[in-house]
């Protein structure tokens, strides 16, 4: 079953129209991405709470890593970068943190507010390899977009 981003961008605003809190938000992101589609094995958010680092905001799946820094990791390099992070493998990604033995694959995206600011970054994991395409993180990107900093 893969993700139709139509229905989900449609169900995620339908869902939070109206709503301005950044958690509230997150929690229903998340759950909507992570049941969208099979591939997500994890799927959610850190949030940025100081200076170069990010700590475990909500999600779906098994435990994540509770604190980022910057300088750590897929989730660490997009905040860092402010990129998005498409990683086919991420044993082979120089600095990977495990938060979870099953994860092969991984996409994280930066997540702004409509000020510009980097609020966070939205994390999905696959355990499977080369499980995300450039389309999955152009559709997410717009989703979030959609959400945290609507024009």
């Not at 992570?34 to 700590?55: C, I, M, N, Q």
């Not at 905001?57 to 998005?84: D, K, M, N």
């Not at 980097?118 to 389309?135: H, K, M, N, W, Y």
Request: net charge negative.
């Amino acid at each position: 079953m893969q993700v139709d981003y139509e229905t989900l961008a449609k169900t995620i605003a339908a869902l939070t129209e109206g709503e301005t809190d950044e958690v509230a938000l997150m929690a229903t992101v998340a759950c909507e991405v992570h049941h969208s589609d099979e591939r997500f094995d994890w799927t959610g958010f850190y949030r940025v709470v100081a200076p170069e680092l990010l700590k475990i905001g909500p999600y779906q799946g098994g435990h994540g890593c509770l604190q980022i820094p910057f300088s750590r990791g897929v989730c660490g390099a997009a905040a860092r970068t402010g990129e998005v992070q498409l990683v086919a493998d991420v044993e082979a990604f120089p600095g990977h943190i495990a938060c979870a033995s099953s994860t092969r694959s991984e996409l994280v995206l930066p997540v702004r507010n409509g000020d510009g600011a980097l609020i966070g970054v939205f994390d999905i994991d696959s355990d499977q390899p080369e499980a995300f395409t450039r389309d999955d993180a152009e559709q997410i990107a717009a989703i979030l977009k959609q959400v945290f900093a609507p024009s």
